[in-house]
């Protein structure tokens, strides 16, 4: 494994140095950076999660690090959150407090930024004891609409968090999306230039 992850990040940066950076090459090391999520930020607590299945007792929130295929850099907006057990306001017709075993939410709202426009980000949240469900955030005509986002699905990572926290975390889908890539198959829907 180890190797495998120089050996990528080897190609990236030769690539990007030799002139080779074409939207293609672009697309690879964004497919590259996919596979590994590394955070840091405030909270409390603990949480461990594989595909749509997670435990833990958590609230913290992610501010500085890789997600989504790029850095993270939040405005006063954005939102990258995460509750076991989760709380969330509800509206409309059942107003109140909704209260569910587990919830996520990578919400970038700034419409350029990166993962938003290769549809990383997501909300998840989960009524059942351990399983999360996701869904996928885009935006078409100024309205958010949510949509399955099946790189959560092979998401395996853990956090853990007391005032300061980090999140780590590894997607064997997002490298085999990475693999393929370089034959043009994009399994995840998330290169941009090809």
């Known amino acids: 494994m180890k190797r495998l992850i120089q050996t990528v990040l080897a190609v990236v940066v030769i ?34 999660r594989v595909g749509p299945v997670g435990a833990g007792l958590i609230l913290a929130g992610e501010s500085k ?3 989504g295929g790029a850095l993270l850099h939040l405005d006063e907006k954005d939102e990258c959150l995460e509750m076991y057990p989760a709380l969330s306001p509800c509206s409309g017709a059942t107003k109140g ?13 700034s419409t350029n930024s990166l993962p938003r426009i290769r549809g990383k980000c997501y909300r998840a949240f989960s009524f059942f004891p351990l399983v999360i469900v996701p869904l996928g955030q885009t935006t078409k005509d100024g309205l958010t609409i949510f949509r399955g986002f099946h790189p959560f699905y092979t998401q ?39």
């Open 15 to 48: 690539a990007s140095m030799t002139g080779c950076a074409t939207s293609y090459m672009t697309d690879r090391g964004h497919d590259a950076a996919d596979i590994f999520t590394a955070t840091v930020g405030l909270g409390v607590g603990a949480k461990a």
């Open 97 to 109: 407090l909704f209260v569910g075993v587990g919830g996520e939410s990578y919400d970038l709202r």
């Open 65 to 67: 690090g890789l997600k």
């Open 156 to 194: 395996i990572e853990v956090a853990a968090a007391c005032i300061g926290g980090i999140k780590l975390g590894f997607n064997p889908g997002e490298l085999l999306d990475f693999i393929l890539g370089w034959t043009k198959i994009d399994i995840y829907n998330d290169d941009l230039g090809t």
